[in-house]
């Protein structure tokens, strides 16, 4: 992403990001888009919203405030009603021209008619299994995953994700005792690696920012959407 795209992009809506408290914003229809890599032919979204089961439970209100383009990724893990979830913010989704990815199963992707996969650390370590491949592939879905590290990244782009959700960007509420990457590393982590980099950890009104000049594709949180830092 050039530094021009993120100053035009604060030029115009972050006065109403901090009236709002929200970093919901246009964004997508201002930043830079990249085209996805591997079996994507979708545009690569630069706004990224998680669910949490504690912080942002409900999600359906926040993902009203999304801007058309942006990603909406499903985790809600160990929720009973992880199915009636993932159908019901799909349809959601398609009605708001959202993209949606649902996070570590790809058997409920399919079922639920998600846009494409978010693997968390653990599964983006082990890569995809061949079945899963092959749904992306006839999808043409999007495939993310999580990244901590250097280390990471490379295994994000060796497993053919479009993206990384590189983290924690800045201080969180969830991860009090991580240090964070801060800008400077973040920019030299970006320039280090092919694949495109979403930051995640700490991105709000107050921060966002920050990341100016990065070379991020785009940003990725809960605090977005929750009184809550992310």
């Given at each position: ?93 398609r009605r708001r021209q959202i993209s949606i990815l649902v996070g ?127």
């Open positions: 992403m050039e530094s021009g795209d993120w100053g035009h992009f604060l030029k115009d809506h972050l006065s109403e990001i901090y009236e709002m408290h929200l970093t919901l914003t246009s964004a997508s229809h201002n930043l830079k888009r990249g085209i996805s890599r591997d079996n994507s032919q979708s545009p690569l979204p630069t706004v990224f919203l998680m669910s949490d089961d504690d912080r942002l439970p409900k999600p359906s209100a926040a993902l009203s405030k999304l801007p058309r383009g942006s990603c909406f990724i499903l985790r809600h893990y160990n929720d009973p009603e992880r199915f009636q979830i993932a159908k019901l913010l799909s349809a959601l989704c570590g199963n790809w058997r409920l992707a399919a079922r639920v008619g998600a846009h494409g996969l978010h693997l968390p650390g653990h599964m983006a370590r082990i890569g995809l299994e061949p079945a899963a491949r092959l749904w992306l592939k006839r999808r043409k879905g999007l495939l993310t995953a999580a990244a901590h590290s250097p280390q990471e990244l490379r295994q994000a782009y060796k497993i053919g994700a479009s993206a990384a959700l590189l983290s924690p960007v800045f201080g969180t509420l969830s991860h009090p005792h991580r240090r964070p990457l801060g800008p400077v590393r973040l920019a030299a982590m970006v320039r280090s690696t092919p694949i495109s980099v979403i930051a995640l950890g700490g991105v709000n009104s107050k921060t966002l920012n920050a990341l100016r000049g990065t070379g991020c594709h785009g940003y990725a949180g809960i605090g977005f959407a929750s009184e809550n830092q992310s």
